[in-house]
């Protein structure tokens, strides 16, 4: 049976990361990613670009736009702009270039990789995890990490994150040329998406379009509704090939860590349960799982709850507050897009929010500290 140091599930953006991490620093690492070929991601590829620090490589050859404005409408019009100041601090991606690109590095720093591939069954053996594939191939590790994304089925085993995951519906479609959107903006579009939004993203040539709806499971299948959001944004042919996907989004403070097993990326439900952000939360998470598994491998520590903590702290408490402001915001958008977007200072505040200079929790200390001044 062959043995590794790290044994991670899913090969998308966080596990591959993770597998960057480790095997640059000299792990041995195997990676079991159930699909043979990557196909085209569900994602948007919005990313603030402070998350530099938290990537394990340069990726300057993915980046496809650098945004400079943030726009916003209320049902086409009504709209609001903001500024992104600064040194471009907001970046759209490719994804499906950034995902094989970490993962190429890591075959390179000497990561295995077993695709397609299927495991059964994971058990414990003399402290040491031993994956059964469906194959009836055996592999053993001391470490396992789950990143097998929002339609995890290894963290609810293990009882990783929350007992009962919260979804987001969404639907992507990715459109050649930008409609009417500017090459260096994005834009929000509220008020025909049912407690929920659409967003327009450009890339080079091409535009990734979403639409996602975030409390009360609605749906979006209203073809007349979808319509109208693809002319606001410019485009007339509208027979395009679409993917659902449900996306698991945050739901309250949980153990992300077991012993030697922790959980990273969508797989923890750790993706912003407001605007969507996933890419964020997904490279943190894996930044800290190395991490922590390098210091329990390197006998500085010998648990990972530091791993769990971590992330509640430095994203959790951002994510209660993005949790709540979706509960209102969706609920009562129209009141939400005046009180919220249209006030003076919130565009900004947005825009900050995007290119992580704040967080939700800064936000809402500042309006509490406003109406405890007021009063
Ligand atoms: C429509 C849409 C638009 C989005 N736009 C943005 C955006 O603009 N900005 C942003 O920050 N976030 C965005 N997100 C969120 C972001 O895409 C995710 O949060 C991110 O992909 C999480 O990465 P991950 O590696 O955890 O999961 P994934 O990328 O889903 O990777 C999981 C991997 O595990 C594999 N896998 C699954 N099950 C198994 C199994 N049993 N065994 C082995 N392998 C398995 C999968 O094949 C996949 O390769 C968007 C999401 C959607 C749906």
Redesign the pocket.
Known sequence: MKEFDIII?????????TALYLSKKGYSVLV????KV?TM???????ASSMKKFLPLDIETVIESKIRNVEFTWKASDKVIADLSGESPFW?IN?DKL?LLLLNQALKYGTEILRP???EKISKENEKWVIHMCNKCKYRSEFLVI????????ADYFKLGPKQPKF?N???LRLNGLGNIPKDSVRFEFGFVKNGFA?A?PLKESI?I?L?TFINNSHLDNEEINNKIMKSFGFEDLTFKT?N?K?RIWNGFHKLNGDKVLV?????S???PFL???????LISSFYAAENIDQCLSNQIDHLHHYSKTINNQWGKSMVWGRRIAQVFYRFPKTGYQLGVKRKTAPKRIAQILSGEMNYEDIAKRVIKRLLTRS
């Not at 079991?32 to 699909?35: G, L, N, R, T, V």
């Not at 991601?41 to 990313?47: D, I, L, S, Y």
């Not at 990273?264 to 923890?268: I, M």
């Open positions: 599930i899913g090969g998308g953006l966080s596990g591959s990361s079991i990613e159930k699909e990557q991601k569900p994602c948007a590829g919005g990313m759209i994804r995902d591939a299927k495991v990143a097998d994304g929002s339609q995890s089925q290894w987001a969404t639907i992507a967003w993203f990734n979403g996602g993917i996907k996306l990273v990326g969508d797989a923890a750790l993706c912003d969507a952000e996933g890419i964020r939360p997904a």
